[in-house]
């Protein structure tokens, strides 16, 4: 049985946020503050916040907007024998460039279920193997590491693993309007499909089809 545990990648700006936030997860989350401006640091105390008794562990920004039932349907997910235990996820695919175009190519010859994709795209929620959270950090803190973003970083790993990273559509998480904290970020970023605010993860399609898309990013949202 593969379990799910969770932790909010937290700005003290938006405290507001996380308190809501909280209140949408069906279940606990840690809280990981930003103590000195550096996502990178966050981000990595982030992943490693997850319990030790679960098999994956959720890390999820404090401007995300979650489906209900986010983890139990992850846990669903992940529980279903078509997949791995070691499969990563991320929940939230953009509605952003080449990959918008992409990705209504794909869909207007044939919908999906899942996009298959070389790296971990966006940051926005991921969920990561239990077994894969220290080696994956010790990748991201090595001193060669130059990519400013965590997402990238997170995704650097996969590509160099080789290990495809699995994303649901509909996303099952969007981003919140407004301002990012990231610069030459807009307020406008948002899913290219979200399931929805008041519909439940629980009732993904997950046997649905998939499509493989070989794409990554250089700049990650």
């Known amino acids: 049985m593969h379990t799910v545990s969770v932790a909010i990648m937290a700005h003290p700006s938006r405290a ?7 209140g949408k997860l069906d279940r606990p989350a840690t809280v990981v503050w930003d103590e000195k401006q550096d996502r990178i640091d966050t981000g990595t105390r982030a992943l490693l916040a ?4 679960a098999t994956h562990h959720m890390v999820i920004q404090d401007d995300a907007v979650p489906s209900k039932n986010l983890v139990a349907g992850v846990e669903k997910i992940l529980n279903n024998p078509r997949f791995s235990k070691d499969i990563p996820l991320c929940l939230y695919a953009g509605n952003v460039g080449t990959f918008t175009r992409h990705f209504n190519r794909q ?14 795209n966006w940051g926005v929620a991921v969920v990561i193997p239990r077994l894969e959270l220290v080696p ?12 400013p973003q965590y997402d990238l970083r997170i995704s650097r790993y996969f590509e160099f693993r080789r290990i495809k990273v699995w994303y649901p559509i509909p996303s099952l998480v969007d981003h919140r309007h407004g301002p990012s904290l990231l610069e030459g970020h807009g307020e406008g970023r948002h899913a290219w499909k979200f399931l929805g605010e008041e519909a439940s993860a629980l009732d993904f399609d997950f046997d649905g089809k ?3 898309v070989n794409l990554t990013r250089k700049f990650i949202g």
């Open 16 to 22: 507001a946020y996380v308190a809501e936030l909280q």
């Open 107 to 120: 869909w207007k010859s044939s919908p999906f279920s899942w996009l298959l994709m070389q790296g971990m």
């Open 50 to 53: 997850g319990s030790p008794d």
């Open 210 to 212: 998939f499509a493989i």
């Open 136 to 147: 994956l950090v010790n990748f991201m803190l090595k001193p060669e590491r130059r990519e």
